[in-house]
T-cell receptor
Framework: DAKTTQPTSMDCAEGRAANLPCNHS???????VYWYRQIHSQGPQYIIH???NNETNEMASLIITEDRKSSTLILPHATLRDTAVYYC????????????FGTGTRLKVLA | NAGVTQTPKFQVLKTGQSMTLQCAQD?????MYWYRQDPGMGLRLIYY???????DKGEVPNGYNVSRLNKREFSLRLESAAPSQTSVYFC???????????FGPGTRLTVL
């Protein structure tokens, strides 16, 4: 399974875009990149996922580099409610459905 | 839709006691998962079940057993609890169509 590397913590001003990077240099061709977040001690919440094209939904945008070795999650207008731990995950081999969470990035949105 | 439900919400055990954590989902998902999260750490996969009747080990399966009772329910059993199993346990189910996991609220377990 490809491993991911994320910064331990980041701050972002309220109303500004939050850009959360993730390195996954050993990703293989059929592995997807997923992003989840965990607010306080709740269960994690799905945000977005993609294979190689950029993706956007109502919560965020996902930008994956052309070589697929890194990606960036973008929260376009961060609010205080976006303060959470954000996890970048690369899914395990096709058919096993294993998801390996790392330690994530603790994003703090500042008023 | 209740989504993913877990019982109990909190539990305190003594070393050596056994207990079963219950998880149920009403979304007709095939895949279900058990994770543990230690203080200040990310989630670690204990066991998962890709479909009814199948289970597989995750990263940290030692000291646990699981049962996929039916499509809805996936239980986690601690046969002889140890203080190292003090953690928050999350259950999740996954929709094949959207490839998304949905998590329960967690069970906070303390082993003394």
């Amino acid at each position: 399974d490809a491993k991911t590397t994320q910064p331990t913590s980041m701050d972002c001003a309220e109303g500004r875009a939050a850009n959360l990077p993730c390195n996954h240099s050993t990703i293989s061709g059929n592995e997807y990149v997923y992003w989840y977040r965990q607010i306080h001690s709740q269960g994690p919440q799905y945000i977005i996922h993609g294979l190689k094209n950029n993706e956007t939904n109502e919560m965020a945008s996902l930008i994956i580099t052309e070589d697929r070795k890194s990606s960036t999650l973008i929260l376009p207008h961060a609010t205080l409610r976006d303060t959470a731990v954000y996890y970048c995950i690369v899914r395990g081999p096709s058919g096993t459905y294993k998801y390996i969470f790392g330690t994530g990035t603790r994003l703090k949105v500042l008023a | 839709n209740a989504g993913v439900t877990q019982t109990p919400k909190f539990q305190v055990l003594k070393t050596g006691q056994s207990m079963t954590l219950q998880c149920a989902q009403d979304m007709n998902h095939n895949s279900m998962y058990w994770y543990r999260q230690d203080p200040g750490m990310g989630l670690r996969l204990i066991y998962y079940s890709a479909s009814e009747g199948t289970t597989d080990k995750g990263e940290v399966p030692n000291g646990y057993n699981v049962s996929r009772l039916n499509k809805r329910e996936f239980s986690l059993r601690l046969e002889s609890a140890a203080p190292s199993q003090t953690s928050v346990y999350f259950c999740a189910s996954r929709t094949d169509r959207a490839d998304t996991q949905y998590f329960g609220p967690g069970t906070r377990l303390t082993v003394l």
